[in-house]
C-alpha cells in the first residue's frame, strides 16, 4: 500500500531493557534496595559483578533491589564492608523493627541486651528456636509470598543473639508443654526437623529445656504463654500472649507475679534429662 513503509523493529527487541523503576518510599525494605542500587551505580558495576564481587548468587542483587527479598544481617555487613559505610547495617535493623508486629517490637528491641531469657510456651515452639521451615508454616497464614519471606527473616534475624560471641549469648530457659512436640507444625518431615534442631539446642549450657507432661492435666500454663527477660542493669521485664496479639509487662509487681507463675510452671515439668527422653520419644 502506497504511503506505508516496512519498519525494522528487530533492534527494540535487542535493546536492553531499562532497570525496573524503584519506590524507596514504599518500605524501609524498598529503601534498602534503592539504596542498593544507587551505591552500585556510583561505582558503575552491573548487578552481576556486583554479586560476583560480595560472593553472592547471581540473582540476590536484583533481589535486593526491587524488594523481592528482605535484606540479612550478612547482606548489609557484606554491603557496608565494600561500601566503607554503615549505613546498610542502619537501615537493616530498621527492617527487622518494621517486620515485627507493633504489640511486640518494644519487647523485641530490648531482647538482645537481656542476659537471661525465661519462656513458657504451650501451643508453639517459640520464635528463638523455631527452624526456617517451621516458622514460614506458622507464619503463612493471611500474607502475601513476599509478607511471608519478610517475616521469615526477621523471625530469624532475632535468633542471631544466641549464636553471638560478644557480649555472650544470654542464657535461656524454655518450657513448653507436652502438645507442643506433639503437633506436627508444616508437616511430619518440618516437625522432625525441627525437634533434631531442638535437641541439637538443649545440649548447650546456656540453655535449660523442660517439658510439662499431658498427664499433669490442668494447671496454670494453660491461661498462656509468656516471656521475661533480665538484665544486668535494670528491671526485668515482661511480655504476655494473647490472641491475635499480647501486651508488655513493665510494673515490678506484675514481673514478680510473671516470675513465680513460671517456677509454679517449671515446678510441674519434667526434669531436663526425661524432658528430653520425650523429645526422642517424639521423634
Known amino acids: 500500500m502506497s504511503g506505508l513503509r516496512f519498519v525494522d523493529t528487530e533492534w527494540m527487541r535487542t535493546m536492553p531493557k531499562p532497570p525496573k523503576a524503584l519506590t524507596p518510599d514504599q518500605s524501609l525494605t524498598a529503601y534498602f534496595g534503592f539504596e542498593v542500587r544507587k551505591h552500585r551505580e556510583y561505582v558503575k558495576l552491573s548487578q552481576a559483578e556486583l554479586a560476583d564481587r560480595l560472593h553472592w548468587a ?23 564492608t565494600f561500601f566503607a559505610t554503615d549505613r546498610f547495617g542502619w ?24 542476659t537471661h531469657i ?14 526456617e521451615e517451621y516458622a514460614r508454616a506458622v507464619l503463612a497464614a ?5 509478607e511471608l519471606e519478610q517475616a521469615v527473616a526477621a523471625r530469624l534475624e532475632r535468633q542471631k543473639i544466641l549464636y553471638r560471641e560478644d557480649p555472650d549469648p544470654p542464657c535461656l530457659w524454655i518450657v513448653l508443654d507436652e502438645g507442643v512436640i506433639r503437633r506436627k507444625v508444616g508437616g511430619l518431615s518440618v516437625m522432625r526437623k525441627q525437634l533434631m534442631h531442638l535437641l541439637e539446642m538443649t ?4 540453655v535449660t529445656f523442660q517439658l510439662v507432661p499431658a498427664s499433669v492435666g490442668e494447671y496454670l500454663g494453660l491461661e ?6 533480665s538484665f544486668d542493669e535494670g528491671a526485668d521485664m515482661a511480655f504476655a500472649e494473647a490472641s491475635g496479639g499480647g501486651h508488655m509487662i513493665q510494673q515490678q509487681r506484675d514481673v514478680a507475679r510473671a516470675l513465680t507463675r513460671f517456677e509454679l510452671i517449671r515446678a510441674e515439668a ?14
Open 224 to 229: 498462656g504463654g509468656f516471656s521475661i527477660l
Open 270 to 283: 519434667l526434669s531436663v534429662d526425661d524432658s528430653k527422653k520425650l523429645i526422642r520419644e517424639a521423634l
Open 203 to 206: 545440649e548447650r549450657h546456656d
Open 142 to 146: 493471611g500474607r502475601k509470598p513476599e
Open 58 to 80: 547471581k540473582s540476590a542483587v536484583g533481589n535486593l533491589e526491587t524488594a523481592f527479598r528482605s535484606p540479612t544481617s550478612d547482606h548489609a555487613k557484606d554491603l557496608d
Open 91 to 114: 537501615l537493616h535493623g530498621l527492617i527487622v523493627r518494621e517486620e515485627l508486629p507493633d504489640f511486640f517490637r518494644p519487647f523485641a528491641v530490648r531482647e538482645p541486651e537481656a
Open 118 to 131: 525465661r519462656m513458657f510456651e504451650p501451643l508453639l515452639i517459640p520464635g528463638l528456636l523455631q527452624i
